[in-house]
């Protein structure tokens, strides 16, 4: 048998050799956004930036949730709406 990887419903799998081995990510772990990285806001499927943006700082608060604050904006974007570039 030969090897096969596959991911699906965040359940990331190998097969090799009729063995099976599987590990749990969610997409955060495997694409985490930090400071320092270049992001772009993705809102509605259209791109809100006209060029990337570095990130200054990240928000977690357990009222409102997940934000990004990028160098030169005010405004804390959605973490879910971030796309690194």
Do not use: Q
């Amino acid at each position: 048998m030969g090897f096969k990887s596959f991911l699906a419903g965040g359940v990331l799998g190998a097969i090799a050799g009729g063995i099976a081995t599987a590990a749990l990510f969610t997409e955060t772990e495997i694409d985490e956004i930090e400071v320092g990285d270049m992001i772009n806001w993705e809102s509605n499927g259209a791109l809100m930036f006209k060029e990337p943006k570095e990130v200054s700082y990240i928000e977690d608060d357990e009222v409102h949730g997940k934000y990004v604050f990028v160098v030169g904006e005010t405004t804390g974007i959605p973490y879910d709406e971030c796309v690194r570039e």
